[in-house]
C-alpha cells in the first residue's frame, strides 16, 4: 500500500513539474479597431453642420484608444457647403479626431470661389491642422489664384481665405489689365 502511494506520488510530482515547465499562453491583445479597405467616407462635421466633407481612399483605420479615424492612400477629398463643391483636399493621409477635425502632414487645397491653389505645410514640418470651425493652420503656406500670389509662414485662415493671418515672406498682387484664366475645374473668381 505504501508502494502504491508512492508511485501516486511521484506521478502527482511529475505532471505538476510538467505543468509548469509548459509556456504560458500570451495575453489576449486588445482591440485594434476597424480597419477597412477600398473605401468612401462621408464626414459630417458636428461643428460645422451645414458641411460635409466627402472622402475616397485606399485604406480607414479607426483606433478606439484614441477614437481617431486614419485615412490613407487618399483618392479624393472633398467639403462641400450644402450641396455646393467647396474645395479639394490632396494630402497623402487624413487623421481624424474626435471632434471631426484633421491632421494632414501637408496638403494642395482648391478653393473653388476665388480660384485659390493653397500649399499647407512641407514634408518634415509640423502637420496641418484643419479645425471645423475656424479653418486652415499650417506652418507654412504658398497661396496663388488669378491675381495673388503669397508665400508665408504661421498661416491661420477660415475655408474660405476670407479672413487669413500669415507672416509673409513674398507677396504680388496682380492689378489693371486682363486676370490669368482659373485653372481650377469648377473654379471662378
Not at 500500500?1 to 506520488?9: D, E, F, K, N, Q
Not at 513539474?17 to 491583445?29: H, K, Q
Not at 482591440?31 to 459630417?44: A, D, F, M, S
Request: charged share 20%; hydrophobic share 40%; with cysteine.
Amino acid at each position: 500500500m505504501v508502494r502504491t502511494a508512492l508511485i501516486a506520488l511521484a506521478v502527482i510530482v511529475a505532471l505538476s513539474v510538467f505543468l509548469v515547465t509548459r509556456p504560458v499562453p500570451p495575453a489576449p491583445t486588445p482591440p485594434k479597431g476597424v480597419r477597412l479597405e477600398n473605401v468612401r467616407l462621408t464626414l459630417y462635421p458636428e461643428q460645422d453642420p451645414k458641411a460635409r466633407w466627402e472622402f475616397a481612399a485606399a485604406q480607414v483605420e479607426q483606433d478606439p484608444a484614441t477614437r481617431e479615424s486614419k485615412v490613407t492612400g487618399l483618392q479624393t477629398g472633398q467639403r462641400y457647403v450644402g450641396n455646393t463643391l467647396d474645395l479639394r483636399l490632396y494630402a497623402p493621409s487624413v487623421v481624424i479626431d474626435r471632434q471631426d477635425n484633421m491632421r494632414v502632414p501637408y496638403a494642395k487645397v482648391e478653393i473653388l470661389k476665388g480660384c485659390y491653389n493653397v500649399q499647407l505645410g512641407a514634408e518634415g514640418q509640423f502637420p496641418v491642422i484643419i479645425d471645423q470651425r475656424q479653418g486652415f493652420k499650417a506652418p507654412t503656406v504658398l497661396i496663388t489664384s488669378p491675381t495673388i500670389s503669397v508665400d508665408g509662414v504661421n498661416f491661420i485662415s477660415d475655408f474660405g481665405i476670407t479672413n487669413p493671418s500669415w507672416n509673409v515672406r513674398k507677396e504680388t498682387f496682380t492689378t489693371g489689365g486682363q486676370p490669368k484664366p482659373c485653372t481650377i475645374q469648377g473654379g471662378s473668381e
